[in-house]
């Protein structure tokens, strides 16, 4: 779907945690249009991330921290030898850990039950891709997937914020997230989400983010089934409380492990890194120059605090828009801007879409025009007609019209962020 940051579509919320892994979008105008208004954002959230699977091996995505791995293959053998907290902790030369041994600390670690579908990659596999133990766990009240990933994030980086900010809900649906200071400088997020975000399945994903002063991220992961996806719910709740996911998620043996990772061979050094900003304007910026080109009768009743997006309400019901400000998007134009656009005189190009609006939502309907000038900038806006992307349509259509979201993405107002 053309411009939304939907968990499951958008690109920008696999970012950095699918790096080297791969995604499952689909190779359609659409996915790229999606890729494309992401590569501008350079990620902003998510999760599952969240949301990716045929990611090879595993990946740790924004929203909530979700842990994705593949859930089937072949259990990891039982550990043995001494546990991994007797390693020394702090060094980045520490002896590799393996995967039984990741395995048997997360069973220490974890209440009295039953362990089952171990399986784990320790950091003596190599810097590329990190570590990870999952399994399934059953405290004599059904049986529930938990799973733990280890890497290393630059603090104060955006990937940093992303770890461990709460997520918009109207852009990813939970019960409850809170982010913590904990006396060592650390962050540590709780989040009490779903697996799927339009609820089509009543799968829960509660998680926990550590994030230390020294860069050690530690993602916490638990379902309230025994697989992430495409598994009976097996019990009400995951089985760890918020106190349970802290206790679990701050224990030092995972410091440990993360201080064994070898270093990264491709980790981009400082000079890539300042070379990679994107300059785009700030959300409150966007927002600020999107509400006075909105028609006078709708109300603004809700805004984005770190996504560029308003809900507008006509007094026929609430409508989600959404509008994307990029430089840098000339090289991309061809898969942009097929067959349908149209060229204007002065060589902007621009295209009208619609869709169906979020996966599964009976009736959505989500218009978009999308606008691309001679030297790059890209503007691209979407109105939907329901208050939230995964949310039931209040409303038959969207509340701006064709012509005025082709208005709004052509106006010269935002020639002050070219």
């Not at 006509?314 to 090289?331: L, T």
Request: charged letters at 25%; glycine letters at 12%.
């Amino acid at each position: 779907m053309p411009v939304e940051h939907d968990e499951e579509h958008f690109e920008g919320r696999l970012g950095h945690a699918l790096h080297d892994l791969g995604d499952r979008f689909e190779a359609d105008r659409t996915a790229l249009a999606d890729a494309g208004r992401a590569r501008g954002r350079r990620l902003r959230l998510r999760r599952r991330a969240a949301v990716a699977g045929g990611a090879a091996g595993i990946a740790l995505i924004g929203v909530g921290g979700a842990l994705l791995v593949p859930w089937g293959g072949t259990p990891a053998p039982r550990p043995s030898g001494s546990d991994v907290a007797q390693q020394p902790s702090g060094t980045p030369t520490a002896t590799p850990v393996t995967g039984s041994r990741l395995i048997e600390a997360l069973e220490g670690l974890l209440p009295e039950g039953e362990f089952s579908a171990q399986e784990a990659r320790g950091t003596d596999e190599g810097p590329m891709l990190p570590p990870y133990v999952r399994l399934v766990f059953d405290d004599g009240k059904g049986p529930a997937a938990v799973a733990v990933g280890l890497d290393r994030i630059e603090p104060g980086s955006d990937r940093a914020r992303e770890t461990t900010d709460c997520p918009d809900k109207a852009l990813v649906p939970h019960d409850s997230c809170v982010t913590d200071r904990l006396p060592d400088g650390s962050l540590l997020k709780l989040f009490q989400g779903y697996e799927y975000p339009d609820r089509r399945a009543d799968t829960k994903l509660w998680s926990a983010d550590l994030l230390t002063p020294t860069g050690q991220h530690i993602s916490l992961s638990e379902w309230n089934a025994a697989a992430e996806k495409d598994a009976p719910i097996s019990r009400p709740t995951p089985p760890l409380s918020t106190a349970g996911l802290k206790e679990l998620v701050t224990a030092q043996v995972w410091r440990t492990v993360v201080d064994s990772l070898p270093e990264n061979p491709k980790k981009p050094t400082a000079a890539a890194t300042q070379d990679d900003a994107t300059g785009e304007p700030g959300t409150e910026a966007v927002l600020g120059t999107l509400r006075p080109l909105l028609p006078e009768n709708v109300d603004v009743v809700d805004k984005g605090s770190d996504y560029t997006y308003l809900v507008l309400d006509d007094g026929k019901g609430r409508s989600y828009v959404q509008i994307d400000v990029q430089h840098g998007m000339g090289d991309v134009a061809d898969e942009l801007f097929g067959g349908g656009s149209e060229t204007l005189p002065d060589g902007t190009k621009a295209a009208f879409r619609e869709s169906g609006g979020d996966k599964g939502v009976a009736g959505a309907v989500m218009w978009t025009v999308d606008t691309l000038r001679t030297d790059g900038f890209r503007v691209v806006v979407s109105a939907l007609n329901a208050g939230t992307q995964h949310g039931a349509p209040t409303r038959k259509a969207p509340a701006l019209t064709k012509d005025q979201l082709r208005e709004i993405a052509l106006s010269p107002e935002w020639d002050r962020y070219r």
